[in-house]
């Protein structure tokens, strides 16, 4: 009984440390949310600037990665760290549903042996209440049969 209250305890610090883990990756997704805000903020200010000057949009053809435009390499960058942290808050939250799923397990295990424990308890204290009820019965029976001795016995005294 008591290893399952301390694997249900153990499971239960697990299950705050799964959370806690939980909220920084969300933290860390606002975080990099932000940045990819300011980032393609950065890079359609700077494609605008470009476009307004010819000689900047000669010089910004340089600034292009892999063909690509600073907010397309923004976009790609932030679809990249989507799909990470969607696959760490899947990891996440598969681990803290099996341990939950184990901690409702044993909990259920738990149950059923409190269950099975009052079961056995009623069936004695049943057995013990009927041996108590006999006894009464035996000495009420043994007072009756006393009482009728002595009344025989004072009768034929008399």
């Known amino acids: 009984m008591q290893e399952l209250e301390s694997d249900n ?3 239960q610090k697990l299950i705050s440390q ?3 883990d ?3 990756l969300l933290s860390e997704n606002n975080v990099l949310s932000e940045q990819l805000y300011q980032l393609k ?3 359609l200010a700077n494609n605008e600037n470009r476009a307004a000057s010819p000689d900047l949009a000669r010089e910004g053809e340089s600034d ?3 063909g690509l435009p600073d907010f397309a390499v923004a976009e790609k960058i932030q679809k990249d760290k989507m799909v990470e942290l969607l696959k760490r808050n899947h990891d996440v939250m598969m681990e803290k549903y099996e341990t939950y799923r184990l901690r409702n397990e044993a909990l259920e295990k738990k149950a059923l042996e409190k269950e099975n424990l009052s079961v056995v308890i009623k069936g004695e204290n049943d057995k013990l209440a009927n041996q108590v009820y006999q006894l009464k019965r035996q000495v009420e029976d043994l007072r009756q049969e006393r009482q009728l001795i002595e009344s025989k016995f004072t009768s034929a005294e008399s």
């Open 22 to 24: 939980q909220k920084q």
């Open 18 to 20: 799964l959370e806690l």
């Open 64 to 66: 292009l990665v892999g």
């Open 9 to 11: 305890d153990r499971k």
């Open 41 to 43: 903020s950065k890079s």
